[in-house]
Every structure is written in C-alpha cells, then in structure tokens.
C-alpha cells in the first residue's frame, strides 16, 4: 500500500523536467535578464516613443524628474538611447552569430566529413583567420569599408567564426564511423544529404550552446567599434553612447554608467544562458534526463 502511494504520487514529467533542468539560479537569472532585454527591445519604442537623436533638454541633466536617466553632451534622453541601443545590439548579435554559425559549419561539416586533402585545405583556411587577432579583423574590415550596421556584422562574422569551425570538425570526425552513417552510406545516400540528415542534427547540440556564446561575444565586438568610432553613426547603440560620451564623464557619469551597465547585464545573461545550455545538452550533466 505505501508502494502505491508513492506511485500514485509521483510528480509528473513537466514537473521533474522543471526541478531538473531549472533549478539553477543562475540559470534562472540569465534568463529573466535576457527576457526583459528582448521586451525592451520589442516593445520599449512603442512605450517610449522618443527620438534617441534629438535634443530634447538641457545637457547634462542628472537622472531623474522628466528624464529619467539623464541627458548627455547633447541634451540627449540616455533613456531613449538605451532603449533604441537595445535593438541594435540584439539585431548585430544575433545576426552576427548567424552567420558566424553558418560560416563555421561550412568549414568545419566539409572537413570533418571528408578528411584528407578537403580537411587539410580547410583547416589551413581556418588557422590563418585564427592567427590573427578577431578584434583587430574586425576594425580593419569595418575601416576599409563604410562602417554601416551591415559592414560590422560582415566584420564580426569572418572574424569569429574559427572556433565554431573547430568545435564542429570534431563532432564530425566522431560521428561519421557511428552505425547509422555507415548504414546511410550502404544504402546509398548521397554525401549532402547524410551531412544534412544524419550527422550535423547529432552534432547541433555543442553548436547551440556556441550560437548562444556567439551573440554576448559579437555584442561586445559592436560595443568596441563603436567606442572606437567605427561604428554607424546613424545608428544608436550601447557602444555608440559610451564612446560619444567617454570625454565627459565627470560631467554626465550617466550617460557612460548606464549603456554600459545594459551591455554588462546583456552579455553576463546570454553567458549564464549559454552554461544553462552546456549542462541541458551534455549527457554527463546530472541534470541530464536520460531515456
């Protein structure tokens, strides 16, 4: 009898896949920031219908009373800055790791499978972008060209993507002596559809994890040029409010602390999201839920 309780009892499967895989506080955290992040982005200009661009006070208003978190040099609402910044460093980020993603899988499914002289030629092809410092790429593709939003991404891209070439190499070279690749192979399938439909869903798991990284790292690379003053200056973002206002900052602390504060929690969430990931994705992880 006190068997069947327990049975009858039992929790149900939403309810151990809740305590399993988010009863990480951390993880919990990183998402609820990323959350509120992606709101603001979605929602904050229709809320907050301001112009990030037009001199709406005085400079150097303190946060507070009709500008909630200041003005800058300019007389600029740092709050409206922030909030439009919101969309463009999700839009870089994520595109960016777009195609970061699809780049690296190119290069790293193509060697992986084939081997011998394709991986050779490849791989020489991803050490020679590895050798050189990303940053540094990425300021000399946005410097030769027009530094518009499209530029930085392109630039960011072709500059991060070595490692996720690399990561997926290595599942490849696992996975293609599995069974079920051999058995596609006897049976007749073609190179690109067993890269398609056999290896690359059982390789995805690491990629996502690395997609998820790939969007804190490329926010970050956007903050940077725009501090530089290479990014589009017909664009608001974080980095672009730092480095406009990084001259006055004993005058407007303001309008340096908060963009920078929103790029820190922004990135520090997709980190936390991304371990969250590691540990849901990997089999060895104890929060694993095995079949």
Known sequence: MPALERETTRPTPL???WRRHFKNKAALLGLVILTLVLLTSLIGPFLYAVNPFEMLGRKFLAPGGKFFLGTDYLGRDVLAGIIQGSRTSLLVGFTAAAMMMTIGIFFGALAGYFGGMVEEALMR???FFQVIPSFLLAMVVVALFQPTLGTIIV???ISTWTGTA???RAEFLSLRERDFVTAAKALGSRSLRIILR??????LPPMIVNASL???VAILFEAGLSFLGLGDPNVMSWGFMIGSSRVYLRQAWWAVTFPGL???FTVLSLSLVGDWLNDFFNPKSKGRIRG
Request: no cysteine; net charge negative.
């Open 198 to 203: 056999e290896i690359l869903p059982n390789a």
């Open 15 to 17: 309810v151990l896949f």
């Open 166 to 168: 690399r990561i997926l």
């Open 214 to 216: 790939g969007v804190g």
């Open 125 to 127: 092809v991803t050490e």
């Open 155 to 157: 630039a960011i891209s």
């Open 262 to 264: 929103a790029i820190f």
